[in-house]
């Protein structure tokens, strides 16, 4: 079993900022691609941002600029730093990890159990 764990969400006045973090726990032979996504009220999730284990990184075009996605590979955690937010940016906001069991087994997606940002304007 794997389990994320998110911390970091709460309130923020509009143009604040957010530190989100989720580490990962449990039977890890390897994590793959991690990412944050968000799901607002009668929305999709939808992706945030992605951090590859190489550290490659992709983004939402509306976060471009203003969230930084990043990683600590030997803790099995991921990390999102929001600036500059939004009160459209008020969702869910959930980590998702590509897990790796054992050598012989493929990836699979683990997800967190999501964290309440809520920006007033």
């Known amino acids: 079993q794997v389990q994320l764990v998110e911390s970091g969400g709460g309130l923020v006045q509009a143009g604040g900022s957010l530190l989100l973090s989720c580490a990962a726990s449990?039977?890890?032979?390897?994590?793959?691609?991690m990412a944050w996504y968000r799901q607002a009220p009668g929305n999709q999730r939808e992706l945030v941002a992605l951090v590859a284990k190489g550290g490659n990184t992709d983004y939402a075009q509306s976060v471009r600029g203003r969230f930084t996605i990043s990683r600590d590979n030997a803790k099995n955690t991921v990390y999102l730093q929001m600036n500059s937010l939004k009160p459209e940016e008020t969702a869910v906001y959930y980590c998702?990890?590509?897990?790796?069991?054992?050598?012989?087994?493929?990836?699979?997606?683990?997800w967190g159990q999501g964290t309440q940002v809520t920006v007033s304007s």
């Open positions: 449990g039977n890890i032979f390897r994590i793959n691609d």
């Open positions: 998702n990890a590509q897990v790796v069991t054992s050598p012989f087994r493929n990836e699979y997606p683990c």
